[in-house]
Structures are given as structure tokens and as C-alpha cells.
């Protein structure tokens, strides 16, 4: 069997998140990945990272836009910022060539923060359901939110937003805080739809575990979650900075640390008066296989001995412990950003249960509800 040449790999990862993600998407960085896969000489500056997994091209493409950010380039500034229709490539190569050694340095020690709030649309209808369940078995107990990998943790907070759905026949619903700077609006797909008038869940805790937590306060640590975001998508760095501006009047208490190694004791600190509800999006995916194992292996354990919730948005082919969904569902959306399947894995008396409840968009533009509003409700 004929092994591929370590640029070549590096060039089907970039070709993949072009294909899967930023074609229609994200132009610019359609534009960049794809001519980054064509050439050779800008590949083998990236050759220390041909190991890295397939979404090593995020980190990069980060790296890069935080110079960016940082005044290195005022006309590839331009062009992100959309106001110039230029080709991005020309400057982007001389900006990696001129800087190779720092966006090298970047990709050693920074993990991709994208902390997208958009997926807080994803999840609101998800915490009302968890919490009408409860409600009809009688448990009244207020939720404790545990995310993995949150970043800054601003999705902490999806029930303070100004949330809109539009159903395919225009009608709009609007829940969460009118009053709300973080604005945030989601298609709603397919035949089914989540019952938006459930009440909303009381939350009595919002916390988390991260490697490298940011500080909301730092204007350094905020520029990256900045750079993490994919320029020229609307609206994308408008609702960041915003849900930044809500986060820091109440900053949340995240705490470093390892999902394999530390999740466990810090579920355990949560009293018996409320119920874990741990969340991971676009977090486990960046865990090797055994990893995100050991993690579930965790959490399936506490569950054995107390109630606990686990959702997950994540691709799919990474949670085998969700039954799939089915097929000519995800075949509609093929090529509309990496399939993102939001699933509960629910312990009650010691008995779980897993299901798929959505699919959407990786940043949170649309979902398709899979549960009527029976079992959304009371499932």
C-alpha cells in the first residue's frame, strides 16, 4: 500500500474543509483553503503539523487571522472585514511566508477556540424539553450547565438571549430576553419543530471544563476567540462581540482541566439538589477516539448512581454511542456545513437513554427538530 507524501495529506484536509464546510459558507476562506491545497511550497511550511488531525486547517486559518487581526495586514484586514472584494490569496501567502515561524509557534501552543453562539439556538429548545421531562415525572430540581471545552463559555448563557426560529411557512417565534444585545436567528427545517412555549428551566449553575478557559475580561484571550471565527459570514463576529459584552457582566466560573481526567470530579461537586447537564459541542470532536471514550465511560458511570443529562452536538461519526439517524435526512443537507447531530443521553434512576433530538447547521443557522413535540416534551 502506496503512503501518501505528508503535503498531500495536508492538502486533502484542506480540500475537505473547503468541500464540506466553507463552499457557499465561508468565501474567503473557500478561496484560501482550496489554493492552499494547490500549493506545495505553502504546504511544507505546515509540514510539523502533518500529523495533526483533519481539522488542523481551523487552527491555522485561526493563527493566521489573528495577525491579521493584529494589524499585520491592513489590506488582507480589508478583505476580511469586507470591505474590499479583493482575492485574499495573494496576501494571505505573503502573510504566511513573512510570518511562518509565529503562525507555527500559534499552532503548537492555542487549541481552536470557536466558541460559536450561535449553537445557543440549538440548545435552548433541548433544556426546555430536559426540563419539561422532569417536570412531568414531578422533579422540580433547577439544572447545573457543565460544558466541555467552552471556551469562554458564552453558550452558558443561551437562555439570556434574544433567540428567533422562522418555520418553513415564514412564521417566526421569538423566545429568551427581548432586551437581549445577543441576537441570534435559526432556520427551522423538515416537518417537525420543538414546542418553543415549554417554560424555560430554572439554572442554578453554569460552569465548565477547559485546557485553556478564557479569560473574558483579557482583550488578548477575547482577539483569539475573534480570530476563531470565519470572516465574511454575516453577522457571525457581531453576535461573538456581543455575547462577549452580556458574558463579562457576570463572567462565568471555568475551571482548567482535562474532560478525560477531571469531568468526573466536577460533576461530583454538584449537589443532589440539581441535575448535571453536561454539554459538549464541537468539543469532543477534537479529543482522540480513546479519549472521547473515557469521557463517556465517565459520565455513564455517575449516571448509574445519580440523574445526569448529556447533550451532544457533534458529526456523527464520532458518537456511535447515538443511534443514527436516518439517512435521506443527513442526504438533504449534504454540503451545507459538517453534519452536526444534537443528541440526549438521559439517566434517571440509574436507567439511560439516548437519542438524536436535531440536525444543524455546525454554527447554529438551522436546525431540523427529529422529535414530535410528544416525545420532546415528555421523552
Known amino acids: 500500500m502506496e503512503t501518501r507524501r505528508p503535503t498531500e495529506a495536508l492538502a486533502s484536509y484542506f480540500e475537505i474543509l473547503a468541500d464540506a464546510d466553507f463552499l457557499d459558507y465561508c468565501p ?14 505553502a504546504l511544507e511550511l505546515l509540514i510539523d503539523h502533518s500529523h495533526a488531525r483533519a481539522r488542523m486547517p ?14 499585520a495586514d491592513p489590506q488582507l484586514r480589508a478583505i476580511y472585514d469586507g470591505e474590499s472584494d479583493a482575492d485574499p490569496w495573494p496576501r494571505f501567502r505573503e502573510l504566511l511566508f513573512a510570518n511562518r515561524a509565529e503562525i507555527s509557534q500559534m499552532m503548537h501552543t492555542r487549541s481552536t477556540q ?41 453558550n452558558l448563557f443561551a437562555d ?5 426560529y422562522t418555520h418553513p411557512d415564514g412564521r417566526a417565534e421569538r423566545i429568551g430576553d427581548p432586551t437581549s444585545q445577543v441576537h ?6 423538515g416537518g417537525r419543530a420543538p414546542d418553543l412555549s415549554i417554560d424555560p428551566p430554572v439554572i442554578a449553575m453554569r460552569t ?23 470572516p465574511g459570514v454575516p453577522d457571525r463576529a457581531e453576535r461573538l462581540a456581543a455575547a462577549i459584552a452580556h458574558a463579562r457582566l457576570a463572567p462565568p466560573v471555568l475551571h482548567i482541566g482535562d474532560a478525560a481526567a477531571d469531568l468526573g470530579p466536577l460533576i461530583d461537586s454538584i449537589g443532589e439538589d440539581m441535575i448535571p447537564v453536561v454539554t459538549s459541542t464541537w468539543a469532543l470532536a477534537y479529543l482522540p477516539t480513546e479519549r472521547r471514550t473515557h469521557v463517556i465511560e465517565t459520565i455513564d458511570a455517575i449516571g448509574a448512581r445519580r440523574d445526569l443529562v448529556l447533550i451532544t452536538g457533534e458529526d456523527p461519526a464520532l458518537t456511535p454511542w447515538v443511534p443514527a439517524i436516518d439517512q435521506r435526512i443527513l442526504d438533504a443537507h449534504v454540503g451545507d456545513g459538517t453534519p452536526t447531530v444534537f443528541a440526549v443521553r438521559a439517566w434517571s ?17 438551522w436546525m431540523v427538530w427529529l422529535l414530535d413535540q410528544q416525545e420532546g416534551s415528555h421523552g
Do not use: K
Open 208 to 230: 465548565g471544563l477547559d485546557p485553556a478557559p478564557i479569560d473574558i475580561t483579557d482583550e488578548a484571550q477575547c482577539r483569539w476567540l475573534q480570530a476563531c471565527v470565519w
Open 28 to 41: 474567503i476562506y473557500d478561496r484560501i483553503a482550496r489554493a492552499m491545497a494547490a500549493d506545495h511550497d
Open 349 to 365: 434512576g440509574g436507567v439511560s437513554m439516548t437519542r438524536p433530538v436535531s440536525l444543524c447547521h455546525p454554527h447554529g443557522g
Open 58 to 71: 481551523v487552527l491555522f486559518l485561526a493563527a493566521t487571522h489573528d495577525l491579521v487581526l493584529r494589524g
Open 184 to 189: 441570534l436567528h435559526c432556520n427551522l427545517l
Open 114 to 154: 470557536t466558541n460559536e453562539v450561535g449553537r445557543s439556538a440549538n440548545l435552548v429548545p433541548i433544556h426546555r424539553a430536559i426540563a419539561a421531562r422532569l417536570r412531568a415525572a414531578g422533579d422540580e430540581r433547577p439544572l447545573a450547565l457543565v460544558e466541555i471545552g467552552p471556551s469562554a463559555g458564552l
Open 160 to 164: 439570556q438571549y434574544d433567540i428567533t
